[in-house]
């Protein structure tokens, strides 16, 4: 084929954050796994040691990812769905999702924390909601959102964790599955993991729920191009699923948007690790 290429190494630089760095060599012509050149204070290239990273080679401006190493998931986020970043990790065809389910129909009764459960809950994607629904004009809806890139990961998740927004207005108290944040545990991941997240809302308010430090793909049915979000808005009595890969270690939070909703209690921590 004609047309210049290089390998590239995807690592994360000093002050720079995740970048395309040029694989470095041996004498013998092959390449070096822990290491990429960087360019020096004389503005000549350096090695730097960066165990981490999968390969792409850059064809006419075009990455393509090669599999010089395999991704080690885990060690390194995957880079964002751009015009040149390929998925490099790839569903089989035909391979069934055969996630784990975490509190999947768990029984959630009414008391001082619960105020209401949702009978059948069911999504809502392309509902737009009250006052617009009917009124002559077209509204944006989640189903309507698609990515502009196929997202990187193609693996099914491992697991599915389903969490229940709940509330009582009379005693202004909110939290999932019936737990205020003082009163709840961690929800852990493992890292470089693949998780479905469940929101069932059993309230009468809309919640916009946000997860730090990862992104979601909100599964509204549009295949491999589902949009990335961290904030996914929940309405009353509907149930929203979205993928997320673990592949940022940290304690990060999970919490309804509006501070009153999060002070009372509508917020966790997610640890991964």
């Known amino acids: 084929m004609a047309g210049k290429f290089s390998i590239y190494k995807y690592v994360k630089l000093a002050g720079k954050g995740w970048r395309y760095a040029r694989a470095a060599y041996h004498p013998n012509g092959k390449i070096k796994p822990d290491a990429v050149l960087v360019k020096g204070a004389n503005g000549k290239n350096v090695e730097e040691k960066h ?112 969490l229940h927004l709940t509330g009582n207005m009379e005693r202004y108290v909110w939290g999932f599955d019936g737990y205020r944040y003082s009163e709840a545990e961690p929800v852990h991941l493992k890292l470089g993991e693949r998780v479905r997240i469940v929101l069932i809302n059993d309230t009468m308010m809309e919640h916009p729920i946000h997860l730090h430090g990862l992104w979601g793909e909100l599964e509204n049915g549009q295949g491999e191009f589902l949009p990335f979000k961290h904030t996914i808005v929940v309405k009353p009595a509907e149930r929203v699923s979205y993928l997320v890969s673990a592949d940022t270690p940290g304690r990060w939070a999970y919490h309804c948007h509006p501070l009153y909703h999060m002070k009372s209690g509508m917020f966790r921590t997610v640890i991964v690790s």
């Open 51 to 162: 165990p981490e990273g999968s390969y792409f080679l850059n064809f006419n401006n075009t990455w393509i990812p090669v599999r010089i190493s395999l991704p080690k998931i885990g060690i390194a986020p995957f880079p964002q769905p751009g015009p040149h970043t390929a998925p490099f990790v790839l569903t089989p065809e035909s391979t069934p999702t055969n996630a784990i389910a975490e509190n999947r129909n768990q029984v959630l009764h009414v008391g001082s924390n619960v105020l209401m459960v949702a009978a059948k809950p069911s999504p809502r994607l392309n509902d737009p909601g009250d006052g617009l629904r009917g009124n002559g004009r077209r509204a944006l809806t989640y189903a309507d959102l698609r990515a502009l890139y196929p997202g990187v990961d193609g693996r099914p998740p491992e697991r599915e964790i389903e």
